[in-house]
Protein backbone atom coordinates (compact mmCIF):
# COMPACT_ATOMS: atom_id res chain seq x y z
CA UNK A 1 0.00 0.00 0.00
CA UNK A 2 2.78 2.47 1.18
CA UNK A 3 6.04 2.91 -1.38
CA UNK A 4 9.02 5.00 -0.40
CA UNK A 5 11.33 6.60 -3.31
CA UNK A 6 14.69 7.42 -1.48
CA UNK A 7 16.03 8.65 -4.76
CA UNK A 8 14.78 12.12 -7.23
CA UNK A 9 16.18 9.48 -10.42
CA UNK A 10 15.64 5.88 -10.87
CA UNK A 11 19.47 4.44 -11.12
CA UNK A 12 20.73 4.26 -14.35
CA UNK A 13 20.45 0.95 -16.21
CA UNK A 14 24.13 0.99 -17.70
CA UNK A 15 24.81 0.56 -13.72
CA UNK A 16 21.88 -1.88 -13.02
CA UNK A 17 23.03 -4.05 -16.02
CA UNK A 18 26.58 -4.00 -14.54
CA UNK A 19 28.63 -7.27 -13.30
CA UNK A 20 31.75 -6.25 -11.11
CA UNK A 21 33.63 -8.58 -8.80
CA UNK A 22 36.84 -9.66 -8.26
CA UNK A 23 38.34 -13.24 -8.01
CA UNK A 24 41.87 -15.22 -6.95
CA UNK A 25 42.51 -16.66 -10.50
CA UNK A 26 44.16 -20.16 -11.35
CA UNK A 27 45.02 -21.81 -14.55
CA UNK A 28 43.08 -24.84 -15.71
CA UNK A 29 45.97 -27.69 -13.89
CA UNK A 30 45.04 -26.22 -10.65
CA UNK A 31 41.46 -27.36 -11.43
CA UNK A 32 40.31 -30.29 -9.30
CA UNK A 33 37.96 -33.18 -10.60
CA UNK A 34 39.19 -36.47 -12.30
CA UNK A 35 37.85 -34.64 -15.92
CA UNK A 36 40.65 -33.55 -18.12
CA UNK A 37 39.94 -29.88 -18.82
CA UNK A 38 42.69 -29.26 -21.20
CA UNK A 39 39.63 -28.12 -23.30
CA UNK A 40 39.91 -24.98 -21.93
CA UNK A 41 43.58 -24.43 -22.78
CA UNK A 42 43.09 -24.23 -26.54
CA UNK A 43 40.23 -21.28 -26.40
CA UNK A 44 39.60 -18.14 -24.84
CA UNK A 45 36.66 -18.87 -22.31
CA UNK A 46 37.07 -18.72 -18.45
CA UNK A 47 35.51 -20.67 -15.44
CA UNK A 48 33.39 -19.10 -13.02
CA UNK A 49 31.93 -19.90 -9.78
CA UNK A 50 27.87 -20.58 -9.69
CA UNK A 51 27.20 -17.62 -7.50
CA UNK A 52 28.59 -15.47 -10.93
CA UNK A 53 25.50 -16.81 -12.92
CA UNK A 54 23.09 -16.37 -9.77
CA UNK A 55 23.89 -12.55 -10.16
CA UNK A 56 23.91 -12.62 -13.97
CA UNK A 57 21.26 -14.11 -14.11
CA UNK A 58 19.20 -11.47 -12.08
CA UNK A 59 20.46 -8.33 -14.41
CA UNK A 60 19.25 -7.58 -17.59
CA UNK A 61 22.56 -8.53 -19.54
CA UNK A 62 22.87 -9.15 -23.43
CA UNK A 63 24.10 -12.31 -24.33
CA UNK A 64 26.36 -14.00 -25.26
CA UNK A 65 27.85 -12.99 -22.06
CA UNK A 66 31.32 -10.91 -22.35
CA UNK A 67 34.12 -9.74 -19.98
CA UNK A 68 36.89 -7.70 -19.56
CA UNK A 69 39.55 -9.19 -16.90
CA UNK A 70 41.81 -6.44 -15.37
CA UNK A 71 45.14 -7.08 -13.38
CA UNK A 72 44.70 -3.65 -11.40
CA UNK A 73 48.55 -4.05 -10.57
CA UNK A 74 49.98 -4.31 -13.80
CA UNK A 75 47.44 -2.52 -16.00
CA UNK A 76 46.45 -5.29 -18.23
CA UNK A 77 43.37 -5.85 -19.58
CA UNK A 78 41.94 -8.70 -21.89
CA UNK A 79 38.39 -9.99 -22.93
CA UNK A 80 37.30 -13.51 -22.84
CA UNK A 81 33.53 -15.80 -22.93
CA UNK A 82 32.45 -18.13 -20.00
CA UNK A 83 32.73 -21.70 -20.47
CA UNK A 84 31.11 -23.07 -17.47
CA UNK A 85 30.23 -22.03 -13.97
CA UNK A 86 31.56 -24.92 -12.09
CA UNK A 87 34.52 -22.70 -9.67
CA UNK A 88 34.79 -22.74 -5.84
CA UNK A 89 33.53 -19.63 -4.76
CA UNK A 90 36.00 -16.53 -5.10
CA UNK A 91 38.09 -18.37 -7.55
CA UNK A 92 37.97 -18.60 -11.51
CA UNK A 93 40.49 -20.74 -13.93
CA UNK A 94 42.06 -19.07 -17.11
CA UNK A 95 44.06 -20.52 -19.80
CA UNK A 96 47.75 -20.15 -19.43
CA UNK A 97 48.17 -17.94 -21.75
CA UNK A 98 46.07 -15.32 -20.73
CA UNK A 99 47.37 -15.24 -17.41
CA UNK A 100 50.41 -14.99 -19.15
CA UNK A 101 48.93 -11.52 -20.84
CA UNK A 102 47.34 -9.78 -17.54
CA UNK A 103 51.13 -11.04 -16.05
CA UNK A 104 48.84 -12.82 -13.50
CA UNK A 105 50.83 -15.60 -11.10
CA UNK A 106 48.77 -18.41 -9.15
CA UNK A 107 46.24 -17.43 -6.58
CA UNK A 108 46.50 -13.56 -7.96
CA UNK A 109 43.59 -11.03 -7.57
CA UNK A 110 41.72 -10.45 -10.95
CA UNK A 111 38.63 -7.66 -11.97
CA UNK A 112 35.66 -9.20 -13.67
CA UNK A 113 33.21 -7.00 -15.35
CA UNK A 114 30.30 -7.50 -17.85
CA UNK A 115 30.78 -5.73 -21.09
CA UNK A 116 29.30 -5.75 -24.89
CA UNK A 117 31.50 -5.54 -27.62
CA UNK A 118 31.23 -4.91 -31.21
CA UNK A 119 31.28 -7.50 -33.71
CA UNK A 120 34.41 -8.55 -35.63
CA UNK A 121 34.64 -7.54 -39.54
CA UNK A 122 38.64 -7.46 -39.43
CA UNK A 123 41.67 -8.94 -37.72
CA UNK A 124 45.72 -9.03 -38.27
CA UNK A 125 47.71 -11.76 -36.69
CA UNK A 126 51.52 -12.29 -36.40
CA UNK A 127 52.89 -15.60 -35.77
CA UNK A 128 55.27 -15.59 -32.98
CA UNK A 129 57.25 -18.13 -34.75
CA UNK A 130 58.49 -19.23 -38.68
CA UNK A 131 57.21 -22.79 -37.71
CA UNK A 132 53.77 -21.36 -38.51
CA UNK A 133 54.88 -21.66 -42.52
CA UNK A 134 54.93 -25.28 -41.91
CA UNK A 135 51.11 -25.21 -41.85
CA UNK A 136 49.83 -26.28 -45.36
CA UNK A 137 46.45 -24.20 -44.81
CA UNK A 138 46.77 -21.53 -41.88
CA UNK A 139 43.72 -19.50 -42.60
CA UNK A 140 41.63 -22.95 -41.97
CA UNK A 141 43.69 -23.65 -39.00
CA UNK A 142 43.54 -20.23 -37.68
CA UNK A 143 39.42 -20.27 -38.17
CA UNK A 144 39.08 -24.03 -36.80
CA UNK A 145 40.74 -23.24 -33.41
CA UNK A 146 38.81 -19.02 -33.32
CA UNK A 147 35.98 -21.44 -32.68
CA UNK A 148 36.72 -21.93 -28.84
CA UNK A 149 37.30 -17.85 -28.35
CA UNK A 150 34.54 -15.85 -27.85
CA UNK A 151 36.43 -12.61 -28.35
CA UNK A 152 39.87 -10.91 -29.11
CA UNK A 153 41.90 -7.75 -28.09
CA UNK A 154 44.50 -6.28 -30.11
CA UNK A 155 47.70 -6.62 -28.44
CA UNK A 156 47.07 -10.32 -26.78
CA UNK A 157 49.12 -13.43 -27.84
CA UNK A 158 46.42 -15.98 -28.18
CA UNK A 159 47.79 -19.56 -28.10
CA UNK A 160 46.06 -22.57 -30.27
CA UNK A 161 47.05 -26.17 -30.52
CA UNK A 162 47.17 -27.69 -34.09
CA UNK A 163 49.16 -30.99 -34.45
CA UNK A 164 50.17 -32.01 -31.07
CA UNK A 165 52.64 -28.25 -30.87
CA UNK A 166 51.27 -24.74 -29.56
CA UNK A 167 51.79 -21.59 -31.58
CA UNK A 168 51.40 -18.48 -30.78
CA UNK A 169 49.51 -15.08 -32.51
CA UNK A 170 50.03 -12.07 -31.55
CA UNK A 171 46.68 -9.99 -32.38
CA UNK A 172 48.13 -6.91 -34.44
CA UNK A 173 45.11 -5.18 -35.24
CA UNK A 174 41.22 -5.60 -34.40
CA UNK A 175 38.16 -3.91 -36.64
CA UNK A 176 35.81 -2.10 -35.82
CA UNK A 177 37.85 -1.68 -32.48
CA UNK A 178 40.65 -2.88 -30.17
CA UNK A 179 38.60 -5.33 -28.61
CA UNK A 180 35.48 -7.44 -30.08
CA UNK A 181 33.61 -10.10 -30.81
CA UNK A 182 34.10 -13.04 -32.67
CA UNK A 183 30.87 -15.03 -31.66
CA UNK A 184 28.54 -15.55 -35.51
CA UNK A 185 30.73 -13.13 -37.52
CA UNK A 186 32.23 -12.50 -40.80
CA UNK A 187 35.39 -11.71 -40.53
CA UNK A 188 38.09 -11.20 -42.24
CA UNK A 189 41.96 -12.56 -41.67
CA UNK A 190 45.55 -11.34 -42.60
CA UNK A 191 48.95 -12.72 -41.51
CA UNK A 192 51.41 -10.52 -40.86
CA UNK A 193 55.22 -11.69 -41.19
CA UNK A 194 56.41 -14.43 -38.56
CA UNK A 195 58.51 -12.90 -35.80
CA UNK A 196 62.37 -13.55 -36.69
CA UNK A 197 61.18 -14.53 -40.40
CA UNK A 198 63.96 -14.03 -42.73
CA UNK A 199 63.16 -13.69 -46.68
CA UNK A 200 65.31 -16.53 -48.31
CA UNK A 201 68.47 -15.33 -50.30
CA UNK A 202 68.33 -16.02 -53.81
CA UNK A 203 72.21 -15.13 -54.60
CA UNK A 204 72.94 -19.14 -54.06
CA UNK A 205 72.41 -19.80 -57.50
CA UNK A 206 74.68 -17.20 -58.80
CA UNK A 207 77.57 -17.95 -56.66
CA UNK A 208 77.22 -21.74 -57.50
CA UNK A 209 77.47 -21.00 -61.46
CA UNK A 210 80.53 -18.75 -60.71
CA UNK A 211 81.98 -21.83 -58.98
CA UNK A 212 80.88 -23.71 -61.78
CA UNK A 213 82.87 -21.15 -64.36
CA UNK A 214 86.22 -21.19 -62.46
CA UNK A 215 86.04 -24.90 -62.15
CA UNK A 216 85.65 -25.30 -65.92
CA UNK A 217 88.27 -22.29 -66.49
CA UNK A 218 91.52 -24.31 -64.26
CA UNK A 219 91.79 -26.34 -67.51
CA UNK A 220 90.18 -24.46 -70.46
CA UNK A 221 93.58 -22.78 -70.93
CA UNK A 222 95.57 -25.70 -71.29
CA UNK A 223 93.06 -28.06 -73.27
CA UNK A 224 91.55 -25.64 -75.31
CA UNK A 225 87.17 -25.01 -75.69
CA UNK A 226 85.01 -27.25 -74.49
CA UNK A 227 81.66 -26.74 -75.84
CA UNK A 228 78.17 -26.96 -73.38
CA UNK A 229 80.11 -26.89 -70.18
CA UNK A 230 77.81 -25.09 -68.46
CA UNK A 231 75.51 -26.09 -65.95
CA UNK A 232 71.13 -26.36 -66.77
CA UNK A 233 68.10 -24.18 -64.83
CA UNK A 234 64.48 -24.91 -64.64
CA UNK A 235 62.13 -22.22 -65.68
CA UNK A 236 60.50 -23.05 -62.12
CA UNK A 237 63.19 -21.72 -60.53
CA UNK A 238 63.78 -25.29 -58.51
CA UNK A 239 67.29 -27.14 -58.51
CA UNK A 240 67.64 -30.31 -59.88
CA UNK A 241 67.83 -33.29 -57.75
CA UNK A 242 71.34 -34.65 -58.99
CA UNK A 243 73.66 -33.06 -60.97
CA UNK A 244 75.70 -34.95 -63.91
CA UNK A 245 79.59 -34.93 -62.96
CA UNK A 246 81.47 -33.51 -65.87
CA UNK A 247 83.37 -36.12 -67.35
CA UNK A 248 87.32 -35.21 -67.62
CA UNK A 249 89.34 -34.72 -70.83
CA UNK A 250 92.21 -35.58 -71.35
CA UNK A 251 94.69 -34.51 -73.74
CA UNK A 252 94.58 -37.41 -76.38
CA UNK A 253 90.92 -37.17 -76.95
CA UNK A 254 91.00 -33.72 -78.57
CA UNK A 255 91.18 -33.58 -82.06
CA UNK A 256 92.28 -30.59 -84.45
CA UNK A 257 90.49 -30.63 -87.70
CA UNK A 258 92.40 -30.55 -91.25
CA UNK A 259 91.39 -27.73 -93.54
CA UNK A 260 89.86 -28.21 -96.68
CA UNK A 261 92.40 -26.96 -99.08
CA UNK A 262 89.83 -27.71 -102.58
CA UNK A 263 87.63 -25.42 -100.86
CA UNK A 264 85.80 -23.21 -103.13
CA UNK A 265 83.60 -20.22 -103.36
CA UNK A 266 80.05 -20.89 -102.97
CA UNK A 267 80.80 -24.90 -102.43
CA UNK A 268 79.55 -26.60 -99.42
CA UNK A 269 80.84 -29.82 -98.43
CA UNK A 270 79.12 -31.78 -96.02
CA UNK A 271 81.47 -34.88 -93.99
CA UNK A 272 79.83 -38.00 -93.06
CA UNK A 273 81.10 -40.81 -91.12
CA UNK A 274 81.02 -43.37 -94.00
CA UNK A 275 81.54 -46.97 -93.29
CA UNK A 276 84.75 -48.40 -94.70
CA UNK A 277 84.61 -49.92 -98.35
CA UNK A 278 85.48 -53.30 -99.03
CA UNK A 279 87.87 -54.02 -102.26
CA UNK A 280 86.39 -55.24 -104.64
CA UNK A 281 87.71 -58.65 -106.09
CA UNK A 282 88.60 -57.34 -109.77
CA UNK A 283 87.27 -59.70 -112.50
CA UNK A 284 89.48 -61.45 -114.95
CA UNK A 285 88.49 -61.88 -118.65
CA UNK A 286 89.04 -64.81 -121.18
CA UNK A 287 90.58 -62.34 -123.11
CA UNK A 288 93.33 -60.59 -120.83
CA UNK A 289 93.82 -57.80 -123.24
CA UNK A 290 89.62 -56.74 -122.15
CA UNK A 291 89.08 -55.87 -118.47
CA UNK A 292 85.40 -55.16 -117.73
CA UNK A 293 84.66 -51.56 -117.13
CA UNK A 294 81.31 -51.82 -115.77
CA UNK A 295 79.59 -50.02 -118.65
CA UNK A 296 77.71 -52.29 -120.73
CA UNK A 297 77.45 -50.75 -123.85
CA UNK A 298 80.94 -50.75 -123.90
CA UNK A 299 81.47 -54.19 -122.81
CA UNK A 300 79.02 -55.03 -126.08
CA UNK A 301 81.13 -52.83 -128.48
CA UNK A 302 84.26 -54.34 -127.56
CA UNK A 303 82.91 -57.99 -127.84
CA UNK A 304 81.29 -57.42 -130.99
CA UNK A 305 84.15 -56.29 -132.56
CA UNK A 306 86.73 -59.33 -131.12
CA UNK A 307 84.08 -61.74 -132.31
CA UNK A 308 84.63 -60.72 -135.64
CA UNK A 309 88.05 -60.18 -135.84
CA UNK A 310 88.19 -64.13 -134.63
CA UNK A 311 85.54 -64.96 -137.64
CA UNK A 312 87.74 -63.29 -140.17
CA UNK A 313 90.79 -65.29 -139.25
CA UNK A 314 89.11 -68.48 -139.04
CA UNK A 315 87.85 -67.93 -143.25
Known sequence: MFSFNMFDH????????RFSTQYRCFSVSMLAGPNDRSDVEKGGKIIMPPSALDQLSRLNITYPMLFKLTNKNSDRMTHCGVLEFVADEGICYLPHWMMQNLLLEEGGLVQVESV???????????????????????KAV????????ACLTTGDVIAINYNEKIYELRVMETKPDKAVSII????????????GYKEPERQVQHEESTEGEADHSGYA????????SGSGNRLDGKKKGVEPSPSPIKPGDIKRGIPNYEFKL????????SRPLVKKVEEVSVFPCI???????????????V???LSRGVH
Open 221 to 228: GELGFRAF
Open 10 to 17: PIPRVFQN
Open 116 to 138: NLQVATYSKFQPQSPDFLDITNP
Open 266 to 273: GKITFIRN
Open 307 to 309: LGI
Open 291 to 305: SLVGNEEIYLLVMTE
Open 142 to 149: LENALRNF
Open 184 to 195: ECDMNVDFDAPL
